[in-house]
C-alpha cells in the first residue's frame, strides 16, 4: 500500500528525490517516516513528519541534507536528498504510522504499513 520510487546510483554530492505514493487507502492522518538500512547494519529513522507536514525530524547524520515533506491531496510523502555521501548507501523504506505523530523514532512498533524500498548507493 505503500510504494517507494526515485533511488538510484548517485555520485558523493550528488541528488536524489524519493517519493512514497499510498495506493488502496489514505494515510492523510498518518505520520509518516523514512527509515534505511544498510548491508549489516539495523533499520535506522532517518526523517519523519506529522499528518499535518508541520513537525518533522531528522536523524543527526542527515539534518541540513535531506528534507521531508507531503502532499496528502496527492497521498504521497517525499525525501529530498542532497549533498549525498557513501555512508548514505542504503535500501530506503516509508512507513506508515498507526498515530497522527510519531511517537518513538527508535522502535518499528508504530509503524504497521512499510513499502517494499527502494535502494540508493552514493559513490564516492
Known amino acids: 500500500q505503500l510504494v517507494e520510487s526515485g533511488g538510484g546510483l548517485v555520485q558523493a554530492g550528488g541528488s536524489l528525490a524519493l517519493s512514497c505514493a499510498a495506493s488502496?487507502?489514505?494515510?492523510?492522518?498518518?505520520?509518516i517516516a523514512w527509515f534505511r538500512q544498510a548491508p549489516g547494519k539495523e533499520r535506522e529513522c532517518v526523517s519523519t513528519?506529522?499528518?499535518?507536514?508541520?513537525?518533522?525530524y531528522y536523524a543527526e547524520s542527515v539534518k541540513g541534507r535531506f528534507t521531508i515533506s507531503r502532499n496528502n491531496a496527492e497521498n504521497t510523502i517525499y525525501l529530498q536528498m542532497n549533498s549525498l555521501k557513501p555512508e548514505d548507501t542504503a535500501v530506503y523504506y516509508c512507513?506508515?504510522?498507526?498515530?497522527?505523530?510519531?511517537?518513538?523514532?527508535?522502535?518499528?512498533?508504530?509503524?504497521?504499513?512499510w513499502g517494499q524500498g527502494t535502494q540508493v548507493t552514493v559513490s564516492s
Open positions: 513528519v506529522d499528518w499535518k507536514g508541520g513537525s518533522k
Open positions: 512507513a506508515a504510522s498507526k498515530w497522527p505523530t510519531v511517537r518513538s523514532v527508535v522502535s518499528t512498533r508504530e509503524f504497521d504499513y
Open positions: 488502496s487507502r489514505t494515510f492523510s492522518n498518518n505520520a
